[in-house]
């Protein structure tokens, strides 16, 4: 087509190239190049990269830092207290959000719920790229959402978008989803790098002009990252990540970004046929239906954010069939495990090399801190050895290389959980010992190193199979 031409960009710095890279020349990634359409510029060979003005300050005079005005932010609340507490307190007026998760995760179905709890205060407009009038209809009749001030517009074109916007002036837009979007301005189709920045951009300068909050839910590629450019992320004020594996109900919220509030915190869902409903326990909920006698499990407690949270980690060590011995992981980080068990092997000769190892964290949660090592540590050797580890004791600590176990953060945090839940004793570092030792209802195992975890194991009375 005439003034048309593809062109080649990398999702992560925008490199435009006129043949496809596999290495991105500027920032050095790998793969990062998209397909894309653009307008030819005429005279130079390179396009120039389109600049918008965002946010209409309108004064280009700069302002004495002590005579501005300190704004109030002005949250309102979603009804789900966990999605408040995931960005700091409820959605900020005049903020974007990009909310973000697998394909049939939930993004829509909470977004829906959270509408009939903002409407009751404020006019919601819900865009819809994906899906007919009738099946949100349907859908918010599963959801018993109400919605009397929810309006609902089923369009990609961010101009008439815009345009009924300005018609109806709600608080909040939700646009769902910004991949399904495009602007006339662009010329690439949409999902494309330039009209998913685009069509960002213009939600963006509509919430930081006239204050309307926006929540834009993004699609993930292949890879787990937001489909587009990365520069997506950097343009909103909060990047929340829905987790959670599909096959369960357990659904995670978390925030990657926020600039109104802490990143740590979490939010936990279930997926019901009435929708998401909101898991204030969840470590109640992880250890539902624990296996009562048997080898390889082993409770333990990582913290998410200022929450802790006990799980249950699964081990099965079995004998290899094959050559080189499987090592599946889930939910834990397999270098993690490849340590773990290089500590055993080397400081208590354990034998794993000619064996598989599975290992499982119960309800999809990924542990992502190193206080869960003693936990895998006795699961792998209670599997080994096929020792039961009693149901009512609970690991917390680090494992060092050299075998040692390592004081870790927040033990009394987690050692109160755990006595909540109603385990009797926590197996803790020996530098944790003092500290876990005031929380009273629960005996406390101080131990030094893999040595004492072994010990620990083979004194426990109750806990060789009869089988043996
Ligand atoms: N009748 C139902 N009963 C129970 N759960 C349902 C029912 N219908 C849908 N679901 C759940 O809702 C999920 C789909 O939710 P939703 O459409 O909100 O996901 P999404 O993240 O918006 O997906 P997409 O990326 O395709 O837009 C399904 O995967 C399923 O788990
Ligand atoms: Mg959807």
Same mark, same amino acid.
């Given at each position: 087509m005439k003034g048309i031409k593809t062109v080649y960009i990398c999702s992560e710095c925008e490199y435009e190239s006129p043949k496809w890279l596999?290495? $991105?020349?500027? $920032?050095?990634?790998?793969?990062s190049f998209v397909e894309d359409v653009v307008e030819k510029s005429t005279g130079s060979a390179s396009v120039a990269p389109r600049r918008t003005a965002v946010i209409n300050s309108g004064s280009n005079k700069a302002s004495k830092f002590s005579e501005l005005q300190t704004p109030e932010y002005i949250r309102s609340s979603t009804g789900l207290g966990e999605l408040d507490c995931v960005l700091g307190g409820g959605l900020v007026k005049g903020s974007v959000v990009l909310l973000s998760g697998e394909p049939g995760i939930g993004k829509s179905t909470l977004l829906l719920q959270i509408c009939d709890i903002l409407g009751k205060s404020k006019s919601v407009l819900y865009v819809s790229g994906e899906e007919s009038q009738g099946q949100l209809k349907l859908r918010a009749e599963r959801l018993s959402v109400k919605g009397d001030s929810l309006y609902i517009l089923t369009e990609t074109n961010i101009e008439n978008i815009l345009s009924e916007a300005e018609k109806i002036k709600p608080d909040v837009i939700i646009a769902d989803s910004v991949q399904t979007m495009y602007s006339d301005k662009i010329n690439s189709a949409p999902g494309s790098i330039t009209n998913v920045k685009e069509v960002a951009m213009a939600f963006i300068s509509k919430a930081k002009n006239d204050g309307t909050s926006v929540i834009l839910v993004g699609h993930i590629n292949k890879e787990g990252s937001i489909a587009g450019p990365k520069v997506l992320e950097h343009m909103v004020d909060a990047v929340l990540n829905f987790e959670g594996d599909k096959k369960q109900t357990y659904r995670i919220i978390r925030a990657n970004k926020n600039r109104y509030g802490s990143t740590n915190e979490i939010g936990v869902f279930e997926m019901t046929d009435t929708g998401l409903c909101e898991v204030a326990n969840p470590s109640e909920m992880l250890l539902a239906d624990r296996p009562v006698d048997t080898s390889g499990n082993c409770a333990i407690c990582t913290m998410e954010g200022t929450r802790p949270i006990v799980a249950e980690i699964q081990a099965l060590v079995t004998q290899t069939a094959f050559p080189a011995p499987r090592r599946t992981s889930n939910g834990i980080d397999y270098s993690r495990t490849y340590l773990i068990l290089a500590v055993l092997e080397k400081r208590l000769g354990l034998k794993f090399y000619n064996q598989d190892v599975y290992l499982n964290v119960i309800g999809g949660l990924q542990i992502n801190e190193p206080a869960s090592d003693l936990g895998i540590a006795l699961a792998l050797i209670s599997s080994l050895t096929d020792t039961v580890i009693p149901d009512s004791l609970i690991a917390i600590g680090e494992l060092g290389l050299a075998g040692e176990c390592r004081g870790i953060a927040n033990i009394d945090l987690r050692v109160k959980e755990a006595a909540r839940l109603g385990f009797s004793k926590a197996v803790v570092p020996a530098h944790n010992a003092k500290n876990a030792a005031k929380i009273s209802g629960i005996e406390i195992i101080p131990v030094k190193n893999v040595y004492d975890l072994l010990r620990l194991l083979r004194t426990s009375k109750n806990n060789v199979k009869e089988s043996d």
């Open positions: 596999g290495k $991105c020349p500027r $920032c050095a990634s790998w793969n």
